[in-house]
């Protein structure tokens, strides 16, 4: 049984293009998070969702819009990519809004611009 | 703003070397701290974590104590394995949004 899945697992499309990832998980946790890891492994958190309501949004350039539908499921939309934007995306998911919440991580959505 | 520091990779060892990795962190507050580890192809697993000062965190023969004098957070292991090779990341997590702080994470290799 998979905790956190996402899909795709790999996104390969063109500069300019628009796309989603989705990410779901079984786990009853009440917060989501989305995390980029660039080409040097750096991982960086991007938004976090908690009961469907947006409680981190980092500098993100406005092109990236989560969504959360419930709280099973945190969706991240991308509008107009860029090259810049090629990296792995990872989903993890958490219980509580406590400082001693331990995150559980999909495997990725590798997304590569060309 | 809060940060983490780990030592410069990558670290290469023999099988059933003693591995010291070191993380440092800055942080307001009392932050959890934690170590993830990543098998090539794999997300983020949780390896150990502590929770306050002088906690020490352990699983599959890795260890970690919460120093809080010297704000670090050393993964060690008496003797590695080939199955070990992956990438590990400190983290401190802090406040109420559970927000993940990373380091920039060390790859590790074990030859035979």
């Known amino acids: 049984d998979t905790a956190v899945s996402q899909t795709p697992k790999y996104l390969v499309t063109q500069m300019g293009n628009d796309k989603s990832i989705k990410c779901e998980q079984n786990l009853g946790h009440d917060t989501m998070y989305w995390y980029k890891q660039d080409s040097k492994k750096f991982l960086k958190i991007m938004f976090s969702y908690n009961n469907k309501e947006l409680i981190i949004n980092e500098t993100v350039p406005n092109r990236f819009s989560p969504k959360s539908p419930d709280k099973a499921h945190l969706n991240l939309h991308i509008n107009s990519l860029e090259l810049g934007d090629s990296a792995v995306y990872f989903c993890a998911s958490s219980q509580g809004g406590t400082e001693r919440s331990s995150q559980h991580f999909g495997d990725g959505t590798r997304l590569s611009i060309l | 703003g809060d940060s983490v520091t780990q030592m410069e990779g990558p670290v290469t060892l023999s099988e059933e070397a003693f591995l010291t990795i070191n993380c440092t962190y800055t942080?307001?507050?009392?932050?959890?701290l934690f170590w993830y580890v990543q098998y090539p192809g794999e997300g983020l697993q949780l390896l150990l974590k502590?929770?306050?000062?002088?906690d020490k965190g352990s699983n599959k023969g890795f260890e970690a104590t919460y120093r809080k004098e010297t704000t670090s957070f050393h993964l060690e292991k008496g003797s590695v394995q080939v199955s070990d090779s992956a990438v590990y990341f400190c983290?401190?997590?802090?406040?109420?949004?559970?927000?993940?702080?990373f380091g920039k994470g060390i790859t590790l290799s074990v030859r035979p």
């Open positions: 942080a307001t507050g009392y932050p959890s």
């Open positions: 502590a929770t306050k000062a002088d």
């Open positions: 983290a401190l997590g802090s406040g109420a949004n559970s927000k993940l702080t």
